[in-house]
């Protein structure tokens, strides 16, 4: 009896070893090697919710007053926007056709919004129809769209440079058709938080920036939001836990590095976090206003 009770305390005993050899041994390793595999983790563009939207009907998602068009890039990549227009405007009759939306943008005076979402799910996830809907009901302007290989935008190769160049290009067409007539803000969101400030650092080596930038939970680079995720708690016992998860992210540029960027930026900036905040911790929205705090005082 006691034999049987040896051999089954040592199967489980190879059992548990095994598991663990291939959950913080082989996965990690094949992690640090595949680019497609970290590419996934970080956009989770793979992660397609909710189902099943009929992008070219907003209003079967509760979104009235809402148009949707599409935009092709510099790059020949098409993406999917939405034009949300503010409550005022919401049952004008003679607002129907895509010239008249852009008509609208091009004479109003009222503030014009464009967000950059974070990771996962598109333009018609549940909590960002929350954001178009309050920032409607107070009389504002919504652009919002879909990155590369999110919702029906086209599934080009997915990047850091990719999603900036496309937000580059919808902020650029933005600006140009609102041709300051109105004030034009950005809000980033998330990973959008990295996105925007990428592109908006790019854009002032054209002269070119919005009225202001809004970082709702911001990190300030992907190498402290790897190391300070929940999930990666699990593995940061491993010795060479920042070659194998952090090193690959920077060695194939999908870095977004927002607290060098933020330094190019030449508008008017406001971070918005959570100290509850259990996906990018608080302290790193706070790294960020410490370098903008650390920037004003250089140029005082």
């Known amino acids: 009896m006691s034999q049987e009770i040896d051999k089954y305390l040592l199967l489980i005993m190879k059992i548990s070893l095994i598991t663990y050899l291939v959950i913080f041994g082989l996965l990690p390793l094949i992690f640090h090697y595949s680019y497609t595999i970290q590419k996934k983790i970080l956009f989770l563009n793979i992660v397609r919710w909710p189902i099943n939207v ?15 068009f599409y935009l092709k890039t510099d790059q020949q990549v098409k993406l999917g926007l939405w034009q949300t227009l503010p409550q005022s405007l919401v049952n004008d ?12 943008l091009n004479n109003s005076k009222l503030p014009v919004f464009l967000y950059m979402h974070g990771n996962s799910g598109n333009r018609a996830s549940s909590h960002r129809l929350e954001l178009y809907k309050l920032l409607q ?5 919504v652009i919002a769209f879909d990155y590369r290989g999110y919702g029906d935008s086209d599934g080009a190769e997915l990047s850091e440079m990719g999603v900036v160049d496309d ?19 950005v809000w980033g969101h998330s990973l959008g ?5 990428h592109t908006l650092a790019l854009l002032a080596t054209e002269e070119m920036q919005p009225t202001g930038l809004i970082l709702e939970s911001p990190f300030n680079n992907i190498a402290d939001e790897l190391s300070e995720h929940p999930l990666a708690q699990i593995f940061k016992h491993i010795p060479w836990f920042h070659w194998l998860i952090v090193e690959p992210f920077y060695d194939n540029y999908l870095r977004f590095e927002s607290d060098k960027h933020i330094e190019k930026i030449q508008c008017p900036i406001m971070i918005l976090h959570a100290e509850d905040d ?22 005082e």
């Open 193 to 197: 938080t990295g996105v925007s400030t």
């Open 137 to 141: 009901s107070l009389d504002y302007h």
């Open 93 to 104: 009759s003679t607002i129907k056709t895509d010239d008249d939306y852009e008509a609208v």
């Open 54 to 68: 009929d992008f070219s009907k907003p209003e079967t998602v509760g979104m009235k007053g809402t148009r949707n």
């Open 278 to 299: 259990n996906v990018i911790p608080f302290a790193l929205g706070e790294k960020g206003y410490i370098i903008m705090e650390m920037i004003q005082i250089m140029y």
């Open 167 to 185: 937000s580059k290009y919808v902020l650029q067409w933005l600006l140009r058709l609102v041709n300051n007539t109105a004030p034009v803000f």
